[in-house]
């Protein structure tokens, strides 16, 4: 087992450091839409025609690639050989561009109607323009859902390089056109930078599809068996992965009627910001061990390799906790001197830093949610079980909806993101309990040391985090430089003293890290 961990630990440390480039790019775009348009009209109306088109296609079409197709793929590749498994990936690749093309006409015919269904607070301007830039960026659909085929290929075949690298594509082309071209063509052009981002994401895999012996071929062949067995899977899946774009819904139409003193429109893009942060840095490390871990599961499935599933499972969660509970305390402690590093500048001032420091605080609170549910939800998936992760989802929804009445009047944008937070906490834990009498195995009493041992450390570390900010923070540094000093010497303090805790408590992943450490440091000593 302790092998295994150090294969997950590597690979997925491989998987982080690409995937950090990518979303650190993702964070340098979102600070150039954030100094250039801050939490005005036309930020709100381009967050949210941005993520207008991503929810249709969450709600359709990513169950059926990571849920659906991925087992089936795979179950191919074992089975019926690469050549058959190619034929299925084309039927289905034709599936998805025809689908998303009707989906996308009837996006940009409806765009008004539509903007109304996801904000119908909006003031009739800020309206308006969501519209327009609605019809420009449904399109987004069409790409996101090649792209999103091409990645289920690319790592049933053990390929996550460029899968993992493909945001950085398009995040550099929106970066570049800031730089050079925001000032002559205005947040319109930034639509089509947009999606032109989009359409690289598909591009810039057909290189590593071609090495593998991929060829894309239109075949309409739709009553092939291996569709049937996607589409029978994937109804209940989808349905199951309808929660999180409903729950998207949910938030952005409550956020859409708080209407701040001043700035009217500012509750969408503060809620956006934040969470765009947030889905930054936890994602780095959650979608890094989910996308590695996802295949290898749904092969042990196929395989009917239920010990082994289950003790990947076990040793998944726990490398997993051992990186979010630090990163949970650590996020809540820094969320106002991390928002006023990466955002504060240009038009971006205190009371927008405020505001979604105090989103970002709480939608950190879920962060082990997040995390446990998106492993687990992988799980019953790689188990072609979509009605386990249904019912979390709905309880989700319930608990998300009755918080968003009860906090939003209280507690604005803080109280939207602490409704999210818990919801991801409580579906975790809807899907962790089927599991675990699934698999009894899956929580050993060496891990549930280790887990109390983890939070035990984790505390320890949010002590000598409060008291180093608040000491930085009495110095009155003052300026650009103290962010920067607040937020790396108190992270850096954190971190040691979490990885001295959990060593000196017998945590296997920090003895792990520090044999890693010291291979990578002699191996530079020798140089």
Known sequence: MEQSGKN????????????????????????????NYSIGAEATAFMTASRIPRTFFDAVFASAISASFIPIFNEYLEKKGKEEAFRLSNIFVTAVGVITCMM????????????????????????????????ILFPTVVFTGVAFSFVGILQSLDEFTIPAAMSIVSNAIIILYYLFFDKYFGIYGLTIAFLIGWAMQAAIQVPALWKKGYRFRFDFHFQEEGMKKIGRLMLPIMVSTWIQPINIVINTKFASHI???????????????????YTIIVGVFVLSIANVIFP????????????????????????????????????????????????????????????????????????????IQNILSRVFYAKQDGKTPFYSGLISIA??????????????????????????????????????????????????????????SAGVMAIAAVICKNGLLAMEIGGFLENIIV????????????????????????KMVVEMGKGTFQKVFKK
């Not at 303090?493 to 017998?506: R, S």
């Open 8 to 35: 997950t630990v590597k690979a997925v440390g491989f998987m982080m450091m690409i995937t950090l480039v990518g979303k650190l790019l993702g964070l340098v775009r979102e600070q150039l839409l954030a100094a």
């Open 104 to 135: 996308t006409v009837l996006g940009m015919v409806f765009a008004q109607p539509i903007t109304w269904l996801f904000a119908d607070g909006f003031l009739p301007e800020t309206a308006k323009t969501c519209a327009e830039f609605l019809r």
């Open 259 to 277: 209407h701040f003193e001043n700035y009217p429109d500012a509750a969408i893009p503060t809620i956006e910001y934040a969470n765009t942060l």
């Open 296 to 371: 290898k599961m749904a092969r042990l499935t196929t395989n009917k390799a239920e010990e082994d599933l289950g003790e990947t499972v076990s040793v998944t969660i726990k490398a997993m906790l051992f990186l979010l509970l630090p990163m949970m305390f650590g996020l809540m402690i820094l969320s106002e001197p991390v928002v006023r590093l990466v955002y504060e500048r240009g038009d971006f001032g205190t009371f927008a830093t405020k505001t979604t420091a105090r989103a970002l605080f709480f939608f950190s609170l879920g962060m082990v949610g997040f995390g």
């Open 399 to 456: 608990v998300n909806i009755i918080l968003c009445f009860l906090l939003v009047e209280k507690m604005d944008v803080g109280g939207l993101a602490f409704a999210s937070a818990i919801s991801s906490v409580v579906s975790a834990v809807f899907l962790l309990i089927p599991l675990y009498f699934q698999h009894k195995t899956l929580f050993s009493k060496k891990m549930i040391k280790d887990l109390l041992k983890m939070i035990f």
């Open 487 to 510: 937020v790396a010497v108190t992270a850096a303090v954190g971190g040691v003293v979490y990885m001295i805790c959990c060593y000196a408590l017998g945590v296997s992943e920090s």
